[in-house]
């Protein structure tokens, strides 16, 4: 053979576990990077919320007694960010969970010195990253349009999305992590059409027969929307929502780990 | 630190009524390379994977590093590198950006922007990798299972789908790798790869181990007994060729129209199959007295039939 063109010594072993917490930031990166380069996850996330939010903002297609004297934007807007929040860290995060693990994406970092724990973590923390985007943009337009969120409750709002961001985060690991890549694209986009028109985001609770409200309340759609109806509207701090919020998260994160395949 | 670099014994794995690994004992001692060769199904990526931690084993014991990797995965995954079989990776992840996502999981890595270049990957950094071609996934996942300088590598097929020159680099590379006291376990369907390559190589069928040794052990074995190839017209009754001959003799139409004596092979022997042919009415082409090759070590002991 002829000379090598690897010298001597260039491959001595020298393992270890890099930093943890320049792999979250570097994982984390990735999966932003990757859900804002990827067209549909965009369009999902934010084409289709800000079609939403102009469209009832400017068209008069609300039933006017839904919000009695307010301005509509005002309204709808929270109501967008709660959609918002189900499209990126509950349908988009279950879809791309699903295919990553199709194309071994997990097996190959879990075979590297990549806590299991991480995984997640850094999924949620881009999630997390995307959320705020999304707020920006459609807040930054709502703005445009007219938007005055209450002053008082906008510390509560932010607190109300984090948790919502887990909660469906956890929920989209969960759809993502058992199923087949197939049956998670289509069961994720019909849990997103079902939630965003009957499941407490555009329909309001109180406008729904009692029964059925109560169902709805209990949804971590109707609680996220309610919640920041109450805050961004009244400004006050919705407990109740974060409640749900909370269990939903706590039952989701619970069965996941039990359920969650590697492929 | 003495431990072998993966010790196995009595390796048993069931996917419900099928024994993918039946009974494996394996040994496999630190800085040699290690080839597992076998058809498909023959149960050597259920056995990768199982050294991986990415499965359990029904029975059994298994020690990578003197490590469980059942039990040990946290400790044991800094000090080795895996490469899967098909690669792994996001769709829409740049070829640079995913060998950097893995480097920083490593205390120590080597320099990503290197090792993409000594794989011919320079070219192909911001490409998506499912924009790559196969030759190129792989060699991304090679870099991804080098990248953290582990001790000990799990290759499974990993010229699978490269272009010969791309083989003859990763050839030349696990060459480096071993040269530095990295433990290379790989599987192939190669014999070339496995001849060229491995101190060692295990021919794994049905899930367990048929035949160990250096590739020149397994060639060697029954060295005396050479053996006859000769090409004529398919069909022959390789019976009637077989009476022709002393007994012990066995003779087989290994593909259409390629023929086997397997036997000591002597002048006497020669001539006989020489005569028959003539009073068949054929002609013996490309007649041929030599040892067996590492496939046909492999045929041999894993059968000629194709799997389904």
């Keep these: ?263 | 630190m003495n431990a072998a670099a993966v010790e196995i014994t009595g390796l048993v794995k069931r996917f419900g009524s099928v024994t993918a690994v039946d009974g494996l004992d394996l040994k496999m001692p630190r800085g040699e390379i290690l080839a597992l060769l076998g058809p498909n199904g023959a149960g050597k990526t259920t056995t990768v994977e199982i050294c991986e931690g990415f499965r359990t084993p029904d029975a059994g014991t298994v020690r990578v590093l003197g490590l469980d990797p059942a039990r040990d995965g946290a400790a044991l995954r800094p000090r080795v590198g895996v490469m899967p079989q098909g690669g792994g990776a996001y769709p829409g992840v740049r070829a640079e950006e995913m060998l950097r996502l893995v480097a920083t999981c490593a205390a120590d890595p080597l320099d990503p922007a290197w090792l993409l270049d000594v794989l011919g990957l320079g070219g192909t950094r911001r490409t998506p990798f499912k924009r790559l071609s196969g030759g190129q996934q792989q060699r991304l996942s090679l870099a991804c299972a080098l990248i953290g300088r582990p001790e000990l590598v799990f290759l499974d097929e990993p010229t699978a789908g490269m272009d010969p020159q791309a083989r003859r680099l990763v050839w030349e590379l696990l060459g480096a790798l071993r040269t530095d006291g990295v433990s290379v376990l790989l599987t192939t369907h190669l014999m070339e790869e496995a001849e060229s390559l491995a101190d060692d190589v295990m021919i794994v069928d049905d899930g367990a181990v048929v035949a160990q040794g250096s590739p020149s052990a397994l060639t060697a074995e029954h060295a005396e007994d050479a053996q006859l190839r000769f090409r004529a017209r398919p069909g022959l009754d390789t019976r009637l060729l077989a009476a022709a001959l002393p007994e012990g003799y066995v003779v087989r139409e290994s593909s259409p129209g390629s023929y086997r004596v397997i036997g000591h092979v002597d002048p006497q022997v020669v001539s006989t199959v020489t005569s028959w042919c003539a009073q068949q009415g054929v002609l013996a082409e490309e007649l041929h007295v030599g040892r067996r090759d590492l496939e046909e070590v492999f045929l041999e002991l894993t059968g000629r039939e194709l799997r389904t």
């Design chain 1, 1 to 263: 053979m002829t000379t090598s063109r690897f010298a001597p010594g260039t491959f001595t072993p020298a393992p270890g576990r890099g930093r943890l917490g320049r792999m979250l930031a570097t994982h984390a990166r990735v999966e932003t990077a990757l859900t804002l380069r990827h067209g549909e996850q965009i369009l999902l996330t934010l084409l289709i919320p800000l079609a939403l939010l102009l469209g009832l903002s400017l068209l008069d297609v609300l039933p006017a007694g839904e919000f009695a004297g307010m301005e509509r934007v005002d309204w709808i807007t929270p109501r967008i960010l709660a959609l918002a929040v189900l499209s990126s860290a509950f349908t988009g995060q279950a879809i791309a969970l699903g295919f990553d693990r199709r194309y071994g994406v997990l097996k190959r970092l879990s075979a590297t010195a990549l806590p299991r724990w991480l995984l997640v973590a850094g999924r949620l923390v881009a999630a997390l990253v995307v959320v705020a985007l999304q707020v920006l943009v459609l807040g930054g337009v709502a703005a445009l349009l007219g938007w005055s969120p209450s002053a008082a409750g906008i510390a509560f709002g932010v607190v109300l999305l984090a948790l919502g961001t887990l909660c469906f985060g956890a929920l989209g690991v969960l759809l993502g992590g058992a199923l087949k890549a197939e049956a998670v694209l289509a069961l994720a986009n019909i849990v997103w059409f079902v939630l965003l028109l009957a499941g407490g985001i555009l329909m309001v609770p109180s406008a729904l027969p009692d029964a059925y409200a109560t169902v709805v309340a209990l949804l971590p759609s109707g609680a996220l929307a309610e919640g920041l109806h109450a805050a961004l509207v009244d400004g006050a701090f919705s407990a109740g929502s974060c409640a749900v919020l909370a269990v939903w998260a706590a039952v989701a994160a619970a069965i996941a780990t039990r359920t969650t395949k590697l492929t």
